[in-house]
Structure formats: structure tokens, C-alpha cells
């Protein structure tokens, strides 16, 4: 079964480093979703992402982060100059033209000390 | 913009017994509830679905039920077992996005 796969499974930065969380969602979808968990907190949705450009963002997705789909395979996030407080659990998804099942991908642990 | 509320945020219960989970949401527009499982160290997995003009989908087990006039949903898993323990959520979509906002999630343990 078809699945989307993220890398790394963990991260660890130092505070003020940028990032690159990679994802490789499911081959025939076209929407791709960034969400991010807290330890312990709710799933909360960061940005969707359709056409080759943000479709959707939340207020969390501030001038520090940045999607981008480099190939024909690969969605990233990048956050630039890391904060304590983004570390959490980032979960990359995705959905098929006109279906509302989103798939979750395993993961990346990012810590930022 | 939407909320979900979700309880309880812990169940413990026999094998064999029933779960019921319950979920409200603020806007009255969203049309689209879907049920995710997480189990340690993975990605949330949808476990059930439902859609606005649906008022309760089965499945085997699992069974989730619509009041849109109230505004809550809720999962029921019948004769549970070990496995079924983990972490359940649920989350809601308004009509005009794509993006799940979900509940802080109940986390289910089983006993046998």
C-alpha cells in the first residue's frame, strides 16, 4: 500500500539553524499538508499546499517558515532560524484530487536546544 | 475560525467493552469529520470518516454517529481489544480549506 514517507525520523539543531524537513507524499496526489505536534499536544495544521503554491496556512506558519516542491516527488518545509518552541513532531500529508482522506507520513522529531 | 473539543482526554476500559469518545465543533460549516488512531512514534492513520450529510457510518468495529444540529460527533468502538489502544482523534474541515483542525486527542487503553 502506497504511503507517504518523511526524512529525517529526527532532527536535532541548535537554536538560530535552519532546518529542511523532507516528504515524499503519495505518488498520484497533488495536495500536500504540514502539520506539526507539540510533545503531548494536539495535531495542529501549518500550511496546505496545491499547484505549486500555498493554498491554505495557519497563523503558526509565519514569515519564518517556507514550503516548496523542488521535483516531482519531494515537498519540503524549511524553517529558517529555529526557536525553542518549534520544537515538536512535524507530519507531512497528502490527499488525491477529489478525495478528503488525508495520510499522514511517520514523522520528523525536530529538537532545537 | 473552527474548534474542536474532545473527551474524555484519557479512557480506560475492559477488553470486551464499548468506548465512546465525543467531539464538538464551533462552525456550523464543516462538513467533513474524519477519526485518526495514533499509536506510539507514528503518524496519525484514519480509522473512520464521516460526512456532513451522513448521520452514522459503520465499520466492523468502529461506528462514528453525526448530530449537526448540535454540532457533535462521536467515535464508538465495540468489544475492544488490546490493540485498539492508542491515541484517537478526531478532527473536523470546513467547507472552505482543506486543513484538519483537530481535538487533543483521547488516549484509549485497554486492559485485558
Redesign the interface.
Known sequence: EPEVTQTPSHQVTQMGQEVILRCVPISNHLYFYWYRQILGQKVEFLVSFYNNEISEKSEIFDDQFSVERPDGSNFTLKIRSTKLEDSAMYFCASTSVGRETQYFGPGTRLLVL | GENVEQHPSTLSVQEGDSAVIKCTYSDSASN?F?W?KQEL??????II?I?SNVGEKKDQRIAVTLNKTAKHFSLHITETQPEDSAVY?C?A?GPA?????????TTLSVSS
Open positions: 467533513y474524519p485518526y512514534g507514528k503518524g496519525p492513520q484514519l470518516d460526512r482523534f478532527a474541515r480549506g482543506t486543513a484538519l483542525i483537530f481535538g487533543k486527542g
